[in-house]
């Protein structure tokens, strides 16, 4: 099977099926009851801004192609470690050679920025900043060109760091771990001839799972931002997120349809993908929500400009920056 165009796997009639029991109108008004308390003590975050998120991924994108082994790659990640450094995380570089899908050894890092780390309550956010080596979804002829990524990276990155930055300026009351995963994007490609290796792809992430950067690191759940920067981008619930970590996607989604965002956060199934999330939650065991833009209009599952020369800056919006970085911070702000 071609797995580049597989990897959502569309969602089933069950969900659609659960929602017909339920919402008595006893039970509608207690959960009318709860939502008043709620919004009555929410807490109101540090006003996230987009124009500083786009910032950060122009600065990314500004290096050039994230591909490991590269200049690019190694200037780009001082940048991202100088930047968490700046706004006050305490920061762990975790350097390790992973082996690609074609043998390949790439000098991947990971980048992780701790906040209140004597805090046992701790929530973690986590994004790719690595960029693919191959437009392979482009025409033919760009196979081979690494992309800017700008949305497949920089995007959730970007919004990661304003993040960091209002952790600085007023901490919430549990601990954050903001982790930057690398080596996601140098999955096998659909082009190449030799044998058919599993699990190619989240090489980061799979490294941190055996040996996060502080031994037995837990958290009470975890956020996961994959290409959060398209305009009019829609996220549906993901089909992992949902079997694992099904209390958090709820929150998440019901906090951004407060703010005003159901219009991006869609309260419907999407499909199913692998992703930095899926080893988190195996390896460490911690639930965790991947926010991604699912697109059934196309034939990947993906947003038009998915690993294509066009995943460049001019299709970035501050529109959905703020959306979803808004949201999170509110999520954040509102834990105890
Ligand atoms: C797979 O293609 C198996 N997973 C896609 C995860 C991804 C790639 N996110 C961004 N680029
Ligand atoms: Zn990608």
Known sequence: MNRLK??????????????ISCGSSAKKENARTEDTQEKET???PPAFSADSAYRYIEEQVTFGPRVPNTSAHRACGDYLAAQLERFGAKVYNQHADLMAYDGTILKARNIIGVYNAEQKKRVMLCAHWDSRPYADQDEEKHHHSAIDGANDGASGVGVLLEIA????????AIG????????????IPDFYKGVYKPDTWCLGSQYWGRIPHVSDYKARFGILLDMVGAKNATFYYEGYSRRTANRFVKKIWKMAERLGYGNYFIREDGGEVTDDH??????RQIPCVDIIHYDNQGTTGFNPTWHTLDDNLQHIDKATLQAVGHTVTAVIYNEK
């Open 165 to 172: 930055r209002l952790i600085q300026q007023k901490a919430p």
């Open 176 to 187: 954050i771990d903001i982790i930057f995963f690398d080596a996601e994007d140098y999955g």
């Open 278 to 283: 899926v080893y988190v939650n195996q390896y």
């Open 42 to 44: 929410m807490v109101v």
């Open 6 to 19: 597989n990897i959502w796997i569309t969602a089933t009639l069950l969900g659609g099926m659960a929602f």
